[in-house]
Each structure stands twice: as C-alpha cells, then as structure tokens.
C-alpha cells in the first residue's frame, strides 16, 4: 500500500495530528526516532488499517505515494536539521516536507533555500491548538513555496478546526511566513494570559475573591464578548483540587512561568523592525521576572510591602477589570497584527491579514469571539494598518477605555502589578496622541550628539548650537 502522507515525530503533537489525519481518511504512515514511542501509535488509533508504522526514514519514504508529501513535528532547532539531512538522500524532485513545529522563522528561511536547490519544496508551518487542537482541529499556518499549497490544502483542510463550516487554515505567504504568524500568534498569547493574571492578581488581592467566585466571574464573562480559549480553560482552572492536599491546585502551583522562547523571538523581532508591541514585551518581561523568586520574596520583606485597604466595591472591581481586560486584549491583537503587517511589507512575506484573524478564530490558543469583529474589519477596510483604526473596533475599545483606566488605578493604588495592561493603555494613549513629547528627545539627542533634528515648519535635518 502507498500511503497519503507521512509523520516524522510521533511525540504528543505529532500522534495526534497523525491520528486526526486517519481519522479524515488519509492514508498516513509514520516513524519516530525512538522504536518506543512509535509503538504508541497503532493501539491508540485501534489498529486502524490507513495508519501505519515505518522503521526508518527509508521504509516510509518508499512507502509513499509521489510526489510525497512528509510532515515533521519534532523539537525546533539542531533536530529538524538532522532528520532533513538523513530524510534527504532519501528524496525526490517535487516531493514536500513540511516542518510543523515552533521553528524560528529565519532557520525555516535558510532551509526553504536549501531544499530549494534540492528541487524540494519545503513549508514552514504553524499549527496552534495544543494536543486537543492537533487531535480535533488545530488552527493551522502554512507559508512557504506557493507551489506545494494545493497539494496540501485538501488534506490540512480536512483536519483543521471549522468556523461556520469553514476552515481554520491558509496559505500565510512567502518563504517563512506561517512561522512568522505562528509567532506572532503565540506572542499574543503570552500577551493576553499576562492581562489575565493580572485581572487574577487585583480580582484576588484587591477584591478578595475567593477561587469559587473567580471561577464565577470567568466563567460569565466567558459566556459574551469575552467569550475565548483562554477565558474558559481559566474559569476551569479554578475550580480543579490538588490530588495530593485537596487544596485548590492553582494554589499549589509556584508562581515562577516557564518560556520556550517564541514570546522572546517575537519581542526581538519587533525591536528589529522597528514596531512597538509593549504588551507583548511586557509579558515576556513579566515571565522572566517571575524567575528571580527568591530576589522578589527577599524585596517583599525589604519594602513591607503591605496591600494598602480597599475603598471600592467588589462589583465596582470587577465591572472594571471585565472592561480592562477585553480593551486590553483587543490592544495587544492591534500590536501583533500591525507587527505582521510591518513585517510582510519588509520581508516582502505577503501576508494575507485577512486570513490570519479568519483562521484565528477556531481551533488555536488565542482564539476568542473579538476575532469575528477583527475578521469583520478586515474586510471592511483590507488596508487596514492598524486594527485601531477601523471603526468598529474603535468604537469597541472606546466602550471598555475608562474601565481599564479604573481597574489600572484600582491596582495602582493596591500596589498591585499590572505593567501589562498598562503598557495595553500606555499604547492606545500614545497611538491615539496626534502629537508625542518626542520633540523634546529630539532636541535632548542633538543637544549632546549632534544627531540633528526635523521641524515642524520646513523639510530637512537641523542641528543647533544649544548653549550658544
Ligand atoms: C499553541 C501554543 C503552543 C505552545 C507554545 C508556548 O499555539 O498551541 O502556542 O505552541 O503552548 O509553544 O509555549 P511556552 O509558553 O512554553 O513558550
């Protein structure tokens, strides 16, 4: 039997998106490195007859129908460049490998150049939705070789999720492209879970909810605008019991968050446009704060940090962290998508924006109802530089402004953290400010450099002698 396509990697990713695949009816065989894991596969998919198990990179490669199409999903880095250079030899002209994983967009760059001289066609691609999406119906980020879109396109459109019938996955442009958007799509996350922690922090420490009432309160906000992924699993979160004490889990769990580098990638890759994404810098700032725990708890002590009392009311605080969080969130997608744009038009990607909110919408990690209004926007004004000049989401973030202005004053004055709303608002003032103080830094920069300046009467640099 010749089979539809291949899996190399059959860790938790790929097994699920293997299974997915059989499920579509895809013939599909797969192979991993370690016998052991491997052996995993057929039991879970109740020995179904189109999946199958190869023994070396060889045996799936003859094994398949041509021209071929192989995915990987295995560890970003060192690893997908070792299994191309063993799976190589092994390949044809046409044939397509598409790395799925959380590769760095300029390594998917070099190696779409180097399968390139091979005659290969090789994608980066993005896929969001953890081991559920990957099981059920990921959101998933193809880029690359325009060439090898339609003879993936039946296949990724079969497994991904669907919204109104129509599915979560596009072709996201040139070269590294889906890399690119699957980063961006996961600094957005970091984004938005940091303004949900800190929604968490002054909802707990300010307001005094108990996790049976933040269950409460996520779980109704989760039922309208602020409908998301990321709004229910957290209402869930609060209500799960640590096994060992019985104690709410989310209590037992150290306050210390770990990072596989792509909210990082995305900050560095902003500063290197150059774009502002504060939000998102923030967040990855936040995490990496998170680690110095004993430097924090030695500072707690050294400032007798005490949370002064609280004057307003329960509802009050929560009215308002309802509304900062949903304008927050709406000004940290505007910063990732207006990052992509940047970038698209720098690297020449050709990004579709109106395919990224479109296939945002179901199936990935940031998915949420406030896509559909972005989704919306975009095809309204397809030019749109910015989502926060459309209208519509203006008008949307106009709503829930003085709220996120409160709820920042509320934590403020609690002496609660909460830099990355703040930085969500310190950007929505700057961005909406038709004249930034910046002027005086001009004049600060030529004042000691020499670095000239431009004025607001006549075109050309000007340098003044300041102390003259
Ligand atoms: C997804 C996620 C997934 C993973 C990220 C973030 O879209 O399914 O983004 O790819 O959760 O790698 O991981 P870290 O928080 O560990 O960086």
């Known amino acids: 039997m010749q089979y539809d396509a291949a899996m190399i990697g059959l860790g938790t990713m790929g097994r699920n998106l293997i299974l997915n695949m059989a499920d579509n ?50 560890p ?18 046409e044939d397509i490998v598409v790395d799925s994983g959380n590769s760095f967009y300029q390594d ?47 296949l990724l459109e079969a497994v991904s999720a669907k919204v109104n ?31 949900i922690s800190e929604v968490y922090d002054v909802l707990k420490h300010g307001a005094k909810l108990s996790n049976q009432e933040l269950h409460a309160v996520f779980a109704a906000w989760n039922a309208n605008e602020l409908q998301s992924f990321l709004m229910e ?41 150059p774009v502002s994404i504060p939000t998102i810098d923030m967040a990855v700032a936040m995490r990496d704060l ?24 329960k509802e009050e605080i929560i009215a308002a962290a309802k509304d900062a969080l949903y304008a927050a969130t709406i000004i940290c997608y505007a910063q990732g998508l207006a990052m992509l744009q940047q970038a698209s038009i720098k690297m020449e990607l050709a990004i579709p924006m109106q395919d ?20 919306k926007a975009f095809v309204e004004l397809p030019n749109l530089q910015n989502l ?24 403020i004055q609690q002496k609660i953290a909460v830099a990355a709303s703040a930085s969500a608002l310190g950007y929505l003032d700057a961005y909406t400010s038709e004249k930034m103080p910046v002027n005086l830094i001009q004049a600060q920069r030529d004042f000691f450099g020499a670095h000239t300046y431009e004025r607001v009467d006549k075109q050309g640099p000007f340098h003044t002698d300041w102390e003259a």
């Open 25 to 74: 009816n895809f013939s599909v065989i797969g192979f991993d490195a370690n016998p052991a894991t491997a052996a995993l596969l057929l039991p879970e998919a109740n020995h179904n007859p189109s999946l199958a198990i190869a023994s070396s990179l060889e045996e799936m490669v003859s094994k398949l129908k041509t021209p071929r199409r192989i995915f990987m999903l295995v």
């Open 76 to 93: 970003a880095g060192k690893i997908v460049d070792d299994v191309l250079s063993s799976l190589s030899p092994f390949l044809e002209k």
């Open 108 to 154: 998917t760059e070099r190696r779409v150049a180097e399968m390139q001289q091979l005659g290969i066609h090789f994608v980066g691609m993005g896929i969001s939705g953890g081991e559920m999406g990957a099981r059920f119906g990921p959101s998933i980020m193809p880029g690359g070789d325009k060439n090898a879109w339609p003879r993936l396109q039946p």
């Open 165 to 195: 019938g129509e599915p979560c996955v596009a072709y996201m442009g040139n070269k590294a492209a889906g890399h690119y958007v699957k980063m961006v799509h996961n600094g957005i996350e970091y984004a938005i879970m940091q303004l």
């Open 233 to 273: 699993i957290t209402a869930k979160v609060f209500l799960k019991k640590d096994a060992e004490t019985n104690n709410d889990l989310v209590d037992m769990i150290l306050d210390r968050a770990g990072s596989k580098g792509t909210g990082k990638w995305t900050s560095q890759d902003a500063m290197n446009l």
């Open 290 to 313: 998170s680690a110095f725990k004993a430097q924090r708890e030695q500072a707690y002590h050294l400032y007798q940090k005490k949370t002064p009392e609280n004057t307003a009311a």
């Open 356 to 375: 990224v909110v479109k296939i945002w919408r179901g199936g990935c990690i940031i998915r949420s109802a406030s896509l559909n209004d972005f989704y």
């Open 388 to 411: 926060l000049l459309s209208p519509t989401i203006a008008s949307m973030v106009t709503k829930a402004e003085d709220g996120l202005r409160k709820f920042i004053s509320l934590a």
